[in-house]
């Protein structure tokens, strides 16, 4: 059974960090491309960033480039998001996703809220 779960979500002032975590079992992970994906309040799914299971290349929206890290530890099955800068833009549940033979598997989210 495919399972994804986010961590790391929180309150953070504008201009602070987080580390969103996603801990992956039940496929191998390293075969995989891996996302991030938020939604903001009242808002639809936007797709943050996305990194690949072979060169480890990775790709971002123009709302968080410069700012967001994306990254991939194998050997721990488990995905990144390393956010900097933060706005309160960026307030959203965020969630890891993968598509499996065109099947789309998500995690259960974590809310990240940028407010002073």
């Known amino acids: 059974e495919v399972q994804l779960v986010a961590s790391g979500g929180g309150l953070v002032q504008p201009g602070g960090s987080l580390r969103l975590s996603c801990a992956a079992s039940?496929?191998?992970?390293?075969?995989?491309?891996m996302s991030w994906v938020r939604q903001a309040p009242g808002k639809g799914l936007e797709w943050v960033s996305a990194i690949n299971s072979d060169d480890g290349s990775t790709t971002y929206a123009d709302s968080v480039k410069g700012r967001f890290t994306i990254s991939r530890n194998n050997a721990k099955n488990t995905l990144y998001l390393q956010m900097n800068s933060l706005k309160p833009e960026d307030t959203a549940v965020y969630y890891c996703?993968?598509?499996?033979?065109?099947?789309?598997?998500w995690g259960q989210g974590t809310q990240v809220t940028v407010s002073s």
């Open positions: 996703k993968i598509v499996i033979i065109g099947h789309d598997y």
């Open positions: 039940g496929f191998t992970f390293s075969n995989y491309v």
